[in-house]
């Protein structure tokens, strides 16, 4: 399996709804990465998860909190989000500590997320 | 602080023809290099990538050249198909395993 898994696909929210997105890798990759992607923008980091452990956060506000469950899974809870916030949003993955990375990360195909 | 600058936000190409994307870099730091291909409403797919100790890696259709003198990193796709037209990120990363950074994409438009 060479596949990092998003869900869902799309996501209409209100301002006012609680709602997760997911991601699921079992590559054995030790690093897990959340992306906020916008149009004709290039993905901008937001969280560095290295074996479980939240590593960087790029001063995301606290209406994104990511979570860890184990080494496979990567959520990212979304609480009172604003329009501004619509985005492409990507998961990857990538070994930790591997000093060959050639090929960098995996990505999932994202979660389109609106904000109304 | 700019680290990395993909200049060109597009490119037009015919069928058959070269493409040529390029990269310019300013941290000395950086010892790998990769390019992506991102189609519309999909995530990024890794494409090619070098070390800092190569200045050539081919595969396929697809060159990747690295030109440390210069902090030039450019991508050569020939013959260019119109399956190729998509969106063309470069990224760079060292080996402390810091995130890697990445340019701003170049769309490519790969006209039949």
């Known amino acids: 399996d060479t596949e990092v898994t998003q869900t869902p696909k799309h996501l209409v929210m209100g301002m006012t709804n609680k709602k997760s997105l997911k991601c699921e890798q079992h590559?054995?990759?030790?690093?897990m990465y959340w992306y906020k992607q916008k149009a004709k923008k290039p993905p901008e980091l937001m969280f560095v998860?290295?074996?479980?452990?939240?590593?960087i956060n790029e001063s995301v506000p606290s209406r994104f909190s990511p979570e860890c469950p184990n080494s496979s899974l990567l959520n990212l809870h979304l609480h009172a989000l604003q329009p501004e916030d619509s985005a492409l949003y990507l998961c990857?993955?990538?070994?930790?500590?591997?000093?060959?990375?050639?090929?960098?990360?995996?990505f999932g195909s994202g979660t389109r997320l609106t904000v109304v | 602080d700019q680290q990395v600058k993909q200049n060109s936000p597009s490119l037009s190409v015919q069928e058959g023809r070269i493409s040529i994307l390029n990269c310019d870099y300013t941290?000395?730091?950086?010892?790998?290099f990769l390019w992506y291909k991102k189609y519309p409403a999909e995530g990024p797919t890794f494409l090619i990538s070098?070390?800092?100790?190569?200045d050539k890696n081919e595969d396929g259709r697809f060159t990747v050249f690295l030109n440390k003198s210069a902090k030039h990193l450019s991508l050569h796709i020939v013959p260019s198909q119109p399956g190729d037209s998509a969106v063309y990120f470069c990224?760079?990363?060292?080996?402390?395993?810091?995130?890697?950074?990445f340019g701003k994409g170049t769309r490519l438009s790969v006209i039949a």
């Open positions: 990224a760079f990363g060292n080996s402390g395993n810091t995130p890697l950074v």
């Open positions: 941290n000395s730091m950086f010892d790998y």
């Open positions: 070098i070390s800092s100790i190569k």
């Open positions: 998860y290295s074996y479980e452990k939240l590593s």
């Open positions: 990857a993955s990538s070994q930790e500590g591997n000093r060959d990375r050639a090929d960098g990360y995996t």
């Open positions: 590559m054995g990759h030790r690093a």
